[in-house]
C-alpha cells in the first residue's frame, strides 16, 4: 500500500518528539493506519543549525528552511505544523489546504484567532483539519467532545487548561513567583518569555476551542475575561492550606439562562473538587451534563512526548481519511463575565503599617455593600519595609463590584496596595 507522506514544519519540542515517536513505532503506525507514514520533509527557521533525527526515521527526509516548497511539494500528502506563531501559520494552513493536503496540528493561537477562516476553508475544500494536540496536549478531548460525549447541551465545563501555570502554582508552595517560573523554564516546560502562559492567554485560546464545539459557534477571545497568575505568591498558597483549598488556573464555561459565561481566572477549589488534586503540568477537564453527571479527563498537559502523542494519533486519523467534523461559525452567542456571580472572594493587600489603614480598606468595601466575613495580618508575614500584608475573606459578592470597591481605595493605598483578589469556586 502507497505511503501516507507528510511534511513535517518544525522540528523543535514536539516536532522532535514526533519524529522520535514515529520511528520508534513506525509498525504499529503502519498498522493503525492501513498504511505505512513517511515523512519527506522537515521545514525549520535555521537548517544550517546542528539536529539529529532517528536513523531509522521512515522517509529519510530532507531539512530545509523553505516551508512554502514543502506545501507546494505534490507528493505530500499532509503538512503537520508544529512552528507556533500565529500569522506564518495560518499562511501555510490556508495554502496547504488549497493545495488539496490535510493538515494536523498543535497550535491552539492560530486556530483560536483565525479558526473561522481555517475551519471553514477546510470544509469548502473537502480536507481535514485535525488538532487535537492544541488542547491539553495528551488528552483527547476534542475526541470525547465532539464524540464520545451524547449530543446536546454541556452546562458546565471548568478545565486547567495550561500545564506550565499549573506546575508553577505548585512550586509556589516553597517558591517565590520569579524562581517558580525559572524552575519551570529548567523543567523544560515555560519559554524564555512565558507571557503567553502566566498572563492566561493560552488557556483563552483552548477554552474557546472547546467552547467553539461545545456551543456550536466561533467565540472570540476577545470577549472573554481572561486573568493570569501573574502577581500571586506563596502568601496565597499559605491562605488555601488555611482554608483546605486549592489555587488553580482555571478555564470555565457556564450556561445561565442569559448566554454562557466564559473566562480564565485563578481561582480556589475546595480540597474536594476533582480539580483540586491535579498536580504537575498535568491538564483536567471537568465536563457537566443532564445526561451522564460529570466527567474529568485528566493527563498531561505540555511537553514534547505528551503532546508528540496526540499529533501522532491525528497523523494516522488523516492517513486512514477519518472524518473530522467543524463546529458551525459565524453566530456568536452571547457571552457574559464568569466574574457576575456572586462568589466568596479571598483578598490579599499591601497596606502602609500606620494607624487608621484598615478602616480605609473596610470603607472602600463598604462603599459596594462588600461584606467581609474575616481579616487577618499574620505575623509572619511582616514586612519590615514598613508595608505589610492584610488577608481578607469576602462574604460572596460579584468580581466585577469587588473590583469596583477596590477602585474606591485612596489615592495612597491605590499606590501601594497590588490587590490580588481569587475568587472561592465552591
Ligand atoms: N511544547 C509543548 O509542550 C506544547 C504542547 C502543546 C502544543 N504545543 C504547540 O506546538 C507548537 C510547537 O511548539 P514547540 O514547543 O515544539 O516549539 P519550539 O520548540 O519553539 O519549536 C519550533 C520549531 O519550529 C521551527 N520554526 C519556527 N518558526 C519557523 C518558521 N517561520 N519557518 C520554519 N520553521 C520554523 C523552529 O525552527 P528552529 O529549530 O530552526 O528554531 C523549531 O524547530 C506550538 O504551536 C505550541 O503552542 C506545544
Excluded at 158 to 187: D, M, P
Excluded at 217 to 246: A, M, N, Q, T, Y
Amino acid at each position: 500500500m502507497e505511503s501516507y507522506r507528510i511534511a513535517l514544519l518544525g522540528l523543535g519540542t514536539v516536532g522532535g518528539a514526533v519524529v522520535e515517536l514515529l520511528a520508534a513505532t513506525r509498525k504499529e503506525c503502519a498498522e493503525r493506519a492501513g498504511r505505512p507514514i513517511e515523512v519527506s520533509r522537515i521545514v525549520v527557521r535555521d537548517p544550517s543549525k546542528n539536529r539529529t533525527v532517528p536513523a531509522d526515521l521512515p522517509g529519510h527526509p530532507t531539512i530545509r528552511g523553505d516551508a512554502i516548497e514543502a506545501i507546494e511539494d505534490p507528493n505530500i500528502d499532509a503538512i503537520v505544523e508544529l512552528a507556533g506563531g500565529t500569522e506564518a501559520p495560518r499562511e501555510w494552513i490556508r495554502l496547504a489546504i488549497e493545495q488539496g493536503k490535510d493538515v494536523i496540528t498543535a497550535n491552539k493561537a492560530v486556530l483560536a484567532i483565525h479558526g473561522d477562516e481555517l475551519f471553514d476553508l477546510a470544509k469548502e475544500h473537502g480536507r481535514s483539519l485535525y488538532y487535537e494536540a492544541s488542547v491539553a496536549a495528551a488528552v483527547p478531548i476534542l475526541q470525547v467532545i465532539q464524540q464520545g460525549i451524547p449530543a446536546g447541551p454541556v452546562d458546565r465545563l471548568t478545565g486547567i487548561l495550561n500545564g506550565t501555570c499549573n506546575f508553577i502554582l505548585g512550586r509556589l508552595e516553597e517558591l517565590s513567583f520569579e524562581e517558580s517560573v525559572k524552575s519551570a523554564q529548567q523543567a523544560g516546560l515555560a519559554e524564555a518569555d512565558p507571557t503567553l502562559d502566566i498572563s492566561g492567554i493560552d488557556s483563552a485560546h483552548k477554552l474557546a476551542l472547546l467552547a467553539r464545539i461545545l456551543l456550536g459557534c466561533s467565540v472570540p477571545i476577545e470577549k472573554l475575561r481572561v486573568e493570569g497568575i501573574e502577581g500571586l505568591s506563596p502568601h496565597d498558597i499559605e491562605f488555601g492550606w488555611e482554608h483546605d483549598l486549592s489555587l488553580k488556573l482555571l478555564g470555565m464555561m457556564r450556561r445561565n439562562g442569559d448566554g454562557t459565561a466564559l473566562g480564565v481566572m485563578p481561582c480556589f477549589l475546595p480540597s474536594s473538587h476533582p480539580l483540586a488534586s491535579v498536580r504537575d503540568e498535568d491538564n483536567a477537564v471537568l465536563l457537566e451534563a443532564a445526561p451522564f453527571g460529570s466527567l474529568v479527563l485528566q493527563g498531561k498537559g505540555a511537553g514534547g512526548m505528551p503532546t508528540a502523542g496526540s499529533v501522532v494519533a491525528d497523523i494516522l486519523r488523516a492517513a486512514r481519511g477519518d472524518a473530522i467534523s467543524y463546529p458551525a461559525s459565524g453566530t456568536v452567542e452571547k457571552i457574559t463575565d464568569p466574574g457576575a456571580t456572586p462568589v466568596r472572594h479571598y483578598l490579599r493587600l499591601e497596606v502602609p503599617d500606620r494607624h487608621g489603614v484598615l478602616a480605609r480598606v473596610a470603607g472602600a468595601l463598604a462603599s459596594e455593600q462588600v461584606g467581609i466575613a474575616a481579616l487577618d495580618q499574620p505575623e509572619n508575614l511582616l514586612d519590615f519595609a514598613g508595608v505589610v500584608p492584610i488577608r481578607i475573606l469576602t462574604h460572596p459578592v460579584e468580581t466585577t463590584r469587588l473590583d469596583l470597591a477596590l477602585s474606591h481605595l485612596d489615592e495612597d493605598l491605590q499606590s501601594i496596595t497590588r490587590p490580588v483578589r481569587i475568587r472561592i469556586e465552591e
